[in-house]
């Protein structure tokens, strides 16, 4: 039997903690942008040579949530909601890349603004904060002007922290066919999926 250290078992308790805070929070505020069908397209789609779209957005959505929790502890507060929205949408104007764009630094430089348009799709009402953290979510690349927000910057860092984990970890899903993405998702962010009929 293997026997697990009590300092080993709280930092196992404290991650496991830290995950049901992240699924919670996703679900209370990006659940209709994680049961779209652009977010479905997502996980179909290649991302940073060895990942998806969709894991990407996981990552980055995840990431800023660790961020605004650590620095919570910090009684620097965060709004919650935006990150979320933010994080979730930010790269879904990139879907369709290779139809819609003529080069990599055309991509680069405008799939924000179409993440944009994707978001106002998704969701009813899109704060000035959220907007402003889609559409500078490239900073400090691409020639994007920095966020407007702490919120902002949070997704930009942790954007590029998830973009790397990208190229080094790939995907966690092989091959990436639509009924285990949805599971993987649905089993990390507790969510339903609506099947498509
Ligand atoms: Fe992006
Ligand atoms: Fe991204």
Redesign the pocket.
């Known amino acids: 039997m293997k026997i697990v250290s009590a300092g080993k078992a709280r930092i196992m308790e404290l991650r496991e903690k830290k995950k049901e805070k992240i699924r919670n929070d996703l679900e209370a505020y990006g659940s209709e942008i994680l049961n779209s069908d652009e977010m479905r397209e997502a996980f179909c789609q290649t991302?940073h040579t060895r990942s998806t779209?969709g894991e990407?957005?996981q990552r980055?959505a995840e990431k800023s949530l660790a961020i605004c929790y650590a620095l919570d502890r910090l009684h620097i507060r965060t709004d919650i909601p935006a990150v979320v929205t933010g994080s979730l949408c930010?790269?879904l104007g990139?879907l369709g890349r290779d139809e819609k764009y003529e080069s990599e630094r055309e991509c680069y430089r405008h799939h924000p603004v179409d993440s944009l348009e994707v978001a106002r799709k998704l969701v009813d009402i899109l704060p000035d904060k959220t907007r402003d953290i889609i559409e500078h979510?490239?900073w400090p690349t691409a020639g994007s002007k920095a966020p407007g927000s702490l919120e902002g910057i949070i997704v930009s860092a942790a954007?590029k922290a998830?973009?790397v984990e990208d190229f080094i970890r790939g995907s966690k899903v092989k091959p990436a066919d639509l009924k285990t993405t949805v599971r993987t998702i649905a089993e990390r962010s507790s969510l339903s999926w609506k099947k498509k009929k």
């Open positions: 991302h779209v990407h957005t980055v930010h790269d990139i979510h490239m954007d998830a973009a």
